[in-house]
């Protein structure tokens, strides 16, 4: 029961550190909420807004399209600087600093997930339904891989590949835990303002697509908290100091 309370207790301090990282590192969602509103000034000036039908018609717009690929990469970099951002502050250095990277680890979780992709871009002349088999054993298996990335990403260098093999699925799932269940709600939230937007006066659009761009950078603030919080487990609790100060 006490290792639940503690389980929730660090969802908890995730959910209330997402919140607190506007104040602490406004430019992470902002990362990821400046490119959400570009894309949303493209699609009010296209009339994709105007009923059910422009937004079908116009989804595939290229220039919405171009925005698009540009704000998952925002998003992406957000999350990853966010994360970024509380190793470091809870190691004292500077909030932007790369010094603390274990880019070793990085690149073995990296080649990890490269070796995990080949069968996927190979052409093995198997069933389709035995190279989705191993499309999904070979995605679960590299998950300890991913968790690696992450541990280099915050300056775990004393974690090898063998060890993340042993101890990553539990991190890999106390991170999921710590991210999904709200990333969905934001989801719903997300997806809730783009159809509350139909057929609406200008001005009403415009303050759903500011709300709906600040959904993003939520959506990016949480990822980056649960990355270092889900990974750290107790320890991110437990540096007062350092993370709650």
């Not at 207790?9 to 570009?38: F, H, K, M, Q, Y």
């Not at 339904?129 to 775990?156: E, F, H, I, R």
């Not at 990016?220 to 100060?245: F, I, M, V």
């Amino acid at each position: 029961m006490s290792r639940l309370k503690r389980e929730l207790g660090g969802l908890g301090a995730t959910l209330r550190d997402s919140v607190r990282l506007w104040a602490l590192a406004p430019l992470v969602p902002l990362i990821a909420v400046l490119p959400e509103l570009a894309q949303h000034a493209v699609e009010i000036r296209l009339g994709m807004f105007a009923s059910q039908e422009a937004f079908t018609s116009l989804a595939l717009d290229p220039q919405r399209l171009a925005f698009g690929g540009v704000k998952i990469a925002a998003l992406v970099l957000a999350v990853l600087a966010g994360a970024r951002f509380w190793a470091n502050r809870a190691a004292g250095l500077r909030g932007w600093s790369l010094a603390g990277i274990a880019w070793k680890q990085v690149l073995l979780g990296l080649g990890v997930q490269i070796v995990a992709s080949l069968p996927a871009l190979l052409d093995l002349r198997v069933a389709p339904v035995v190279q989705l088999t191993m499309s999904l054993v070979l995605t679960l298996a590299s998950l300890p891989g991913l968790v690696l990335m992450v541990g280099g990403l915050l300056g775990d260098r004393e974690t090898g590949l063998l060890a993340i093999y042993r101890s990553g699925w539990t991190k890999a799932l106390r991170i999921l835990l710590h991210i999904g269940p709200v990333w969905l709600l934001l989801q719903v939230l997300h997806r809730a303002d783009h159809i509350a937007a139909l057929d609406r006066p200008i001005w009403l659009v415009w303050l759903l697509m500011v709300l709906d761009a600040l959904v993003v950078g939520q959506m990016a603030s949480l990822a980056a908290t649960g990355l270092h919080h889900g990974y750290r487990g107790e320890d991110a609790c437990t540096e007062p100091l350092n993370l709650y100060a």
